[in-house]
């Protein structure tokens, strides 16, 4: 299942989460962000009960952005323990993606 954080719902769903978390931040008029789409929707459902994967849409959601400083898109942030332990920037292939996401595990 892919989430969709939110200012209102980040707390709970990243920052409390007992599971790992992985965030893309995207807008829809990045191309290199729809590309990414399907591969984080496939991981979504791979990893679903294993890593909390969702995306931010930096458009809607600035002050998130802000907090991470996302200077481009797509960015990617990987959350242990509501702790920042990796991240990864631009367009992938899918499999160099998915090694940030087992990292978590």
């Not at 939110?6 to 989460?17: G, I, M, P, R, Y």
């Not at 599971?19 to 929707?41: H, K, N, S, T």
């Not at 009960?49 to 797509?74: R, T």
């Not at 499999?95 to 940030?100: K, P, S, Y």
Request: contains cysteine; hydrophobic residues 45%.
């Amino acid at each position: 299942m892919e989430y969709k954080f939110t200012a209102q719902n980040f707390e709970n769903e990243v920052e409390k989460s007992d599971l790992p978390v992985m965030i893309d931040f995207y807008a829809d008029w990045c191309g290199p962000c729809r590309a990414m789409g399907p591969v984080v929707e496939k991981l979504a459902e791979k990893y679903d009960g294993k890593v909390k994967i969702g995306k931010v849409n930096s458009d809607e959601e600035p002050a998130l952005a802000q907090a991470f400083q996302v200077m481009s898109i797509p960015a990617f942030f990987f959350i242990k323990d509501g702790k920042v332990v990796d991240s990864a920037i631009g367009g992938m292939p899918a499999a160099a993606l998915e090694a940030h996401v087992k990292n978590l595990l």
